[in-house]
């Protein structure tokens, strides 16, 4: 395992991540990085609800659908595609790059990478990583913007916990600073522009699938299907993947690493997660571009990244070695004699 340094320091998430994605000069006076500022206002409320709900049905709908019609290949195509598109694009660029400075990128990757984490509709990429780097600092503790212990450690407050980790707490009107939590983001002009056409990249993601589809079949039929497979259905499975790293690897899973909160590893989110769900470890190691170290531990995040290195796209990268994974590794305990 190829290590570039193990001094860096993951005390500080916010400052650490903010010198090594980008050097960009801060102009005087910047606007608000998201459209909706640091308040939900009514549209983005009900837009945001309309971007949960529309491809949520579509999921439920999936399972009789595919039953009584089947799925062709085309549209199985689209969906797995588009979908691994827009995971690697938060895990790699909006997590693991832009939230905590895994590594440095040239400029057309890290924009690429901005590009493809704003297709998975998830949100703003400041707005996401401001939100990712308070949960960092105040994991599991107040503050915590989706811990699932926020109401207490009860069957009933755990089961409300969950619920409000995994969606409720995207309605919450009290928003993470972004000028706080993601002042180098906001420093540099294209990442803000990208981040403020959010809802550009979201119609863009949408789109691609019903266009592939109704060109490759030239029929409404083959463009409609593709959508739904392709765009609504793909976008709900990205969701709730997404959103169990908030509150299933928060609440279940094995915790080998040391950790300040409650981050488990949950080895069947590990594929659909793209090596998001071996949470324990990135919770024990923050900046690592590696979050699946152990043996058999899929990560496919990781391997990508390995790819850029190597095509000289991505520099810096901070791969742990094994003496830092066994410096966060918990004791073991021994049984009595």
Not at 64 to 82: I, K, N, R, T
Not at 183 to 190: R, S, V
Not at 284 to 290: E, G, N, V
Request: charged residues 20%.
């Amino acid at each position: 395992m190829t290590t570039s340094s193990d001094a860096y320091s993951d005390t500080d998430v916010i400052e650490d991540a903010s010198r090594s994605t980008t050097d960009a000069p801060s102009p005087p006076s910047v606007p608000s990085a998201t459209l909706g500022g640091e308040q939900k206002r009514s549209l983005e409320q009900i837009t945001l609800l309309l971007f949960i709900t529309l491809p949520f049905l579509a999921l439920v709908a999936a399972v009789p659908l595919a039953w009584g019609w089947g799925v062709s290949w085309l549209d199985l195509g689209l969906l797995v595609f588009m979908y691994y598109l827009g995971c690697h694009g938060i895990t790699i660029g909006f997590h693991r790059y832009f939230t905590h400075g895994s590594f440095k990128a040239k400029r057309p990757l890290r924009i690429a990478l901005a590009v493809a984490g704003s297709m998975a509709v998830e949100g703003p990429l400041v707005r996401w990583v401001a939100d990712h780097r308070k949960h960092h600092k105040f994991s599991d503790a107040e503050g915590d913007p989706h811990s699932p212990w926020r109401f207490g450690e009860t069957v009933p407050a755990l089961m409300k916990g969950l619920w409000w980790a995994h969606i409720g707490w995207m309605f919450d009107e009290e928003q993470t600073s972004q000028e706080k939590y993601a002042p180098d983001l906001i420093k540099d002009p294209a990442i803000r522009a990208v981040s403020r056409q959010f809802l550009f990249w979201t119609i863009v993601s949408l789109a691609i699938p019903p266009l592939v589809g109704g060109l490759v079949t030239m029929s409404w039929w083959g463009a409609f299907t593709a959508f739904f497979w392709g765009s609504l259905v793909r976008v709900a499975l990205l969701h709730h993947v997404t959103w169990s790293i908030n509150s299933i690897c928060h609440a279940v899973g094995k915790r080998p690493f040391k950790s300040r909160d409650r981050s488990g590893n949950v080895w069947w989110l590990a594929v659909l997660s793209c090596g998001e769900s071996w949470h324990n470890l990135h919770h024990a190691d923050p900046t690592s571009a590696r979050h699946g170290v152990l043996k058999g531990q899929v990560d496919s995040s990781a391997r990508i990244i390995r790819w850029c290195e190597q095509l000289g796209w991505a520099t810096d990268v901070r791969w742990p070695s094994e003496s830092r994974i066994d410096s966060r590794r918990k004791p073991k305990t021994v049984g009595p004699a």
